[in-house]
């Protein structure tokens, strides 16, 4: 009997629809910030294991971070494929990012990708990855240095915004914190004898707004004043500023930060104030696989008849993935209602049964992709190919 892997891929999605959408509903309603994901972690390892799975916790050092591997029931010599979920929140809004979706979509992709093996004796593994904190710090990133995905032929995962697309490309992001130090003194009795960090602060975020005028178009600069003093009649000997530039090429990066570290510098030479400049995190600019991009955007479109989006903004960390490994970071229209990422809205929408609907059918998708690579080798070579080639030209930029 000749078994479509596509028929595979969805039976084995459509069986745990119901429990994802447990899962998915149980993440967003108990929203939990960056390295706090106790709650979705303990979730999603506990489903795992009582399908079956072994789950590996506690990765690269992070209490949620999490594992979890197959080996193909035909052998471990073929394709090692890794797939990414994501589950913390963002403060305030909560699931204003969907990772609630994100989460069940890499456990939608697992399972099919390990039924296609088994059930095609197809041989290969198959790893889940729990990746906390891509909203602050980039868990992927501290994962990645501790070599964690390093035995993967191909990683993926998969994002709700406005709009689908296998082919965005995002903006690098380096994060910083700035600190300027200075000396109190009572502001009516001896301003004199002061030296204002606050004033530091404000004039290092008003240079700031100015440079704005010569940076490149697709460069962003953004930050806010997290404690500018704490009396208003108290010169303040204290300030901090959270700051993050974005470009769109890893090089480019380079650049704004050196100009934007001498902003700082001359921020404490005008008010006689040392500082001190902690660079958090670099997120790298996503480069999804053309080859695997393609085959994505041509079922999706086959599905809503509309064209890929091809100006999504924003950052991953996953892009620091992507600049080694072959790769998608698949986008797909949350509901089909254009709410920006990062609000209220979005987080409303991203509990919805057609929010939902569409993730499944993403996953659908996004394990199609991966099952082409496994049965079709001639498309696997153009897929190597394609990343070989990239590889060769990112020094253009």
């Known amino acids: 009997m000749i078994i479509s892997v596509d028929d595979v891929v969805a039976g084995a999605i459509d069986e745990a629809s119901a429990d994802l959408r447990k899962l998915s509903l149980a993440i967003h309603d108990n929203p939990e910030l960056a390295l706090k994901e106790d709650k979705a972690c303990h979730l999603l390892v506990h489903y795992l294991e009582s399908r079956g799975y072994a789950v590996q916790r506690n990765v690269a050092g992070l209490s949620t971070a999490f594992a979890s591997t197959h080996v193909s029931s035909a052998g471990a010599h073929g394709l090692h494929i890794g797939f990414c979920s994501e589950y913390d929140a963002l403060p305030g809004i909560g699931h204003g990012c969907g990772h609630n979706l994100i989460a069940i979509s890499g456990v939608a992709m697992f399972l099919a990708t390990t039924r296609v093996m088994d059930r095609c004796r197809i041989p290969g593994t198959?790893?889940?990855?729990?990746?906390?904190?891509?909203?602050?710090?980039?868990?992927?990133?501290?994962?990645?240095?501790?070599?964690?995905?390093?035995?993967?032929?191909?990683?993926?995962?998969?994002?709700?915004?406005?709009?689908?697309?296998?082919?965005?490309?995002?903006?690098?992001?380096?994060?910083?914190?700035?600190?300027?130090?200075?000396?109190?003194?009572?502001?009516?009795?001896?301003?004199?004898?002061?030296?204002?960090?606050?004033?530091?602060?404000?004039?290092?975020?008003?240079?700031?707004?100015?440079?704005?005028?010569?940076?490149?178009?697709?460069?962003?600069?953004?930050?806010?004043?997290?404690?500018?003093?704490?009396?208003?009649?108290?010169?303040?000997?204290?300030?901090?500023?959270?700051?993050?530039?974005?470009?769109?090429?890893?090089?480019?990066?380079?650049?704004?930060?050196?100009?934007?570290?001498?902003?700082?510098?001359?921020?404490?030479?005008?008010?006689?104030?040392?500082?001190?400049?902690?660079?958090?995190?670099?997120?790298?600019?996503?480069?999804?696989?053309?080859?695997?991009?393609?085959?994505?955007?041509?079922?999706?479109?086959?599905?809503?008849?509309?064209?890929p989006e091809r100006d999504v903004g924003g950052s991953t960390d996953f892009g620091n993935l992507s600049q080694r490994f072959i790769s998608l970071h698949g986008m797909f229209d949350l509901a089909g209602t254009r709410v920006p990422n990062h609000t209220v809205e979005f987080t409303k929408e991203a509990r919805s049964v057609e929010a939902h609907r569409r993730a499944i059918f993403a996953a659908k998708t996004g394990a199609r992709v991966v099952a082409r690579c496994l049965v079709d080798e001639d498309f696997w070579k153009q897929v190597k190919k394609a990343h070989e080639g990239r590889q060769q030209s990112s020094g253009d930029h």
Not at 234 to 252: D, F, K, N
Request: aromatic letters at 8%; one cysteine or more; hydrophobic letters at 40%.
């Open 126 to 307: 198959v790893k889940l990855y729990g990746t906390p904190a891509e909203e602050a710090i980039g868990g992927k990133i501290t994962m990645l240095d501790h070599g964690v995905f390093d035995d993967r032929d191909l990683l993926m995962m998969l994002h709700p915004t406005a709009g689908y697309s296998g082919a965005w490309h995002s903006q690098c992001c380096l994060s910083m914190r700035i600190e300027y130090f200075g000396k109190a003194s009572h502001a009516a009795m001896a301003p004199w004898d002061g030296i204002n960090a606050g004033t530091a602060a404000n004039i290092a975020m008003l240079s700031m707004g100015a440079l704005r005028e010569q940076l490149k178009p697709d460069w962003r600069t953004h930050g806010i004043i997290t404690n500018g003093g704490e009396a208003a009649n108290v010169i303040p000997e204290y300030s901090s500023i959270e700051y993050t530039i974005r470009t769109a090429w890893a090089s480019e990066l380079q650049v704004l930060r050196e100009r934007t570290l001498r902003v700082f510098e001359a921020a404490a030479l005008a008010t006689g104030c040392t500082h001190k400049v902690t660079e958090e995190f670099a997120y790298l600019d996503n480069q999804d696989n053309p080859v695997l991009g393609r085959l994505y955007e041509e079922i999706m479109e086959s599905e809503y008849h509309s064209p």
